[in-house]
């Protein structure tokens, strides 16, 4: 075989057959049925939330894989919509440039065997396994079409990466054709999931707020901190989910979403092949309106410990980062602050803790983070401060073999 065909054979992701799981799932509040998982290990996802509305289009949505793996499925979302939504077309395939795709690498989807799904309000459907394999890292396109899509759309308002929409677009086309506007959100499609080649590889999942989403890392440039350990941990084919919404809290919702404990089955127990989950939430109870104590924060831990565990996770807790200089700073939420993390230290009922707070505060003054790691708002970390979060993490502590 020539290089340009090995290179053309290598590009054809295996698109999967859909096999059309229809699983309850959340609007407002998470189900109260036993989990329901895809097959394989998730090594991609991002939490849904509410976006704006539904409308006849298509979108080209790119997202960056974790664990490479065979089998490629992808499950779609409506877990806000108040109507059925119909995706009449879905396809996969690897981004080349923008909105085009490397050369006959786009395989169409199928759900149950058909080419057209109705996903039901409030509910989510995995597709079937795609022959086929994708590496470790690819720059992902999953292409849908919404055809007649109306009322409150589902998806993830902050992406950091463009992704691309078109009324007239083809999601079955390699070309650029069509796609005429871009969006910083992902539309309906909330995890991707792949067979790994070693059948005890898992996958872990971060849980967490507006630091775990990203905010203050590099847009388009993959630098939020799940994506740093994505990169340590490739070579051993562990997948990584982000599950981080900005905003969300471990106690109430708000704008941000269901509650860190509300949303812990739909963003983390429902996800296939995970054997641990990284819990980094709680500077916005604690610097909140009505802020919480920290004796409600650390029950609102063990809550999500409890569940995790009887589900087979392993559970690391992450130490909250300090926050001086940012407007709702004050001296109690500092005092607070310090409370959680010295109790998560004294194994408050985790397998282990992640140290954010020593990673990122600045040794002269530890009530702020370290200067050179400040994305600039004193709150979420630039990009090397993204990294020595996902440093902070001991790889051996995410397989304590529950």
């Known amino acids: 075989m020539s290089g340009r065909g090995r290179a053309c054979r290598a590009a054809a992701v295996l698109l999967l057959t859909l096999a059309g799981q229809a699983t309850p799932a959340l609007a407002a509040t998470p189900p109260a049925g036993a989990t329901v ?18 409308a006849d289009r298509s979108y080209r949505l790119i997202v960056r894989v974790s664990a490479g793996g065979s089998d490629l499925r992808v499950r779609l979302s409506n877990a806000y919509g108040d109507r059925p939504l119909t995706v009449d077309a879905a396809h996969a395939g690897l981004q080349a440039e923008g909105a085009s795709l490397k050369p006959r690498s786009n395989r169409a989807l199928t759900f149950d065997g058909d080419h057209t799904v109705t996903v039901p309000a409030g509910g989510t459907v995995w597709s079937d396994p795609l022959p086929g394999r994708v590496p470790a890292g690819a720059r992902l396109a999953v292409s849908l079409r919404t055809p007649d899509a109306r009322g409150p759309a589902t998806g993830h308002e902050m992406a950091l990466t463009t992704s691309y929409l078109g009324k007239d677009a083809d999601p079955g086309g390699d070309a650029d054709t069509g796609w005429t506007l871009t969006t910083g959100s992902w539309w309906y499609l909330d995890a991707v999931s792949v067979r790994p080649a070693h059948p005890r590889t898992g996958a872990v999942v971060a849980l967490g707020d507006s630091i775990t989403d990203g905010w203050g890392s590099t847009p388009g440039r993959d630098r939020r901190w799940p994506d740093d350990l994505a990169r340590r941990l490739r070579a051993d084919g562990t997948g990584v989910a982000n599950a981080g919404i900005s905003g969300n809290r471990v106690l109430t919702g708000n704008n941000g979403g269901p509650s860190a404990v509300r949303r812990l089955e739909r963003d983390v127990l429902s996800q296939p092949g995970v054997r641990a989950v990284i819990l980094y939430e709680g500077v916005n109870d604690l610097k909140a309106k009505d802020p919480a104590s ?16 009887a589900a087979g996770l392993c559970v690391i807790g992450a130490t909250v980062a300090p926050f001086k200089g940012w407007l709702q700073w004050d001296p109690d939420a500092e005092t607070v602050r310090r409370e959680v993390n010295r109790r998560m230290r004294a194994d408050d009922g985790f397998d282990a803790v992640a140290d954010v707070d020593r990673a990122l505060r600045d040794p002269r003054d530890p009530e702020r983070l370290r200067p050179d790691l400040d994305a600039g708002d004193h709150l979420h970390p630039d990009d090397e401060g993204m990294r020595a979060i996902a440093g902070s993490v001991d790889p051996a502590s995410l397989d304590c073999r529950r």
């Open 37 to 54: 998982r895809g097959s394989g290990v998730v090594t991609w996802a991002a939490s849904a939330q509410r976006l704006g509305q539904g």
């Open 294 to 309: 920290a004796a409600e924060i650390v029950a609102g831990y063990r809550e999500i410990t409890k569940r995790a565990h």
